[in-house]
């Protein structure tokens, strides 16, 4: 058997033909010399890739990091938003509250949206009280598309819009790994942290359009940028708010429209703004951010329009370096 075979091989042209001397005749780059010489220098490759990418990291980072660093400084010129309406999702407590105060702050009239009425109320009479601005709270569950139609028709009835800047700020907040997440807990997360930037937006993009002026914010998170493990559900919801927010923005920009219809996605880092993030942060590899420190950046970048703000500010650098 053995015998019949290498008498078969011997018989076809092709197996007689000495490895080395058809790679001279056809220039073959598999033959096993020249696999043992791209082998041999594969280390070196390496290194000079490396190397490489490291000049183009130093050639474009670098002057990334100096302008952030400059504009850090000398910032980019805010927006006038006096009397401009400002509709915050989630507006009764947290984030949502501290940034209408800041808007408030800037004369802006504020319309707050919030599951929880009660929240919404309390926080709407404190700042009309203190700035003297109009507020008004509804209870929407902004998760649903039907509420989200009904809040624009209120809204229209009470005299209390048009609406300028939508923040897409209400959110459930989820530490679990996925095999320990609870079915009925990851829906809600799915739905209130994805679904409300999308219906709200569909509610409120036809009238910022037709009025030649807008703003839409969302509220998304680090974990939107980076992987977050002990938050599986919820980083999943966050890059789906990134992804949204930046085909929105594109979809403006083809539309001829980007610069009447504004849109910003802000990415913070942990906020302690309530009990459940405070008592999973042990130990942080960096300090989190109070409730005020996140607000202010966030609306600081808002007013100058950036179309991703990162909150600390200098987080965002890092991101720029790997596009
Ligand atoms: N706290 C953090 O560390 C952190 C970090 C990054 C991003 N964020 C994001 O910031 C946003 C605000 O978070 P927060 O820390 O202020 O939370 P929070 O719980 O203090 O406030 C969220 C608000 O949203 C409201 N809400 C919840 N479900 C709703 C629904 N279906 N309809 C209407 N309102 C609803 C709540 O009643 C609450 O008032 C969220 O989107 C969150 O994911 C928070």
Known sequence: MSSSTSTSDRSDPSSCVDPNRREEATGDS?????????????????????????VKVILLGVPLLFREIYSMFVPRPQKDVRGQVVLVTGGGNGLGRA????????????????????????????IKQQYGVSTRAYRVDVSKYD???????????????????LINNAGLIMFAFINDSDVERANSVMDVNM???????????????????????????????????WGVVYSATKFAVSGFMASLTEQLRIQGISKSVRTTCVNPYYVTTRKDVVEFLQKPRFAPLTCDQAAREIVKGILREDIVVTVPR??????????
């Not at 220098?41 to 290194?47: K, N």
């Not at 940034?99 to 404190?126: F, K, N, P, S, Y």
């Not at 509420?147 to 800047?165: F, K, N, T, W």
């Not at 509610?203 to 939107?224: E, T």
């Open 314 to 323: 200098l987080f965002g650098v890092f991101t720029r370096f790997m596009l």
């Open 147 to 165: 509420q989200c139609h009904q809040l624009a028709a209120s809204i229209e009835r009470d005299g209390a819009g048009p609406v300028d800047i």
């Open 195 to 229: 679904k409300s930037h999308i219906w709200m937006t569909k509610v409120f993009l036809d009238g910022m359009i037709k009025r030649k002026r807008g703003h839409i914010v969302g509220i998304s998170s680090m974990s939107g940028m980076y992987a977050f493990p």
């Open 99 to 126: 940034m209408a105060q800041l808007l408030a702050a800037r004369g802006c009239h504020l319309v707050l949206v919030d599951i929880d009425l009660a929240a919404a109320e309390r926080t709407a009479e404190e």
């Open 30 to 54: 598999t033959s096993p010399s020249h696999v043992r010489f791209v082998i041999a220098l594969e280390p070196l490759l390496t290194v000079l890739s490396i190397v490489f990418d490291l």
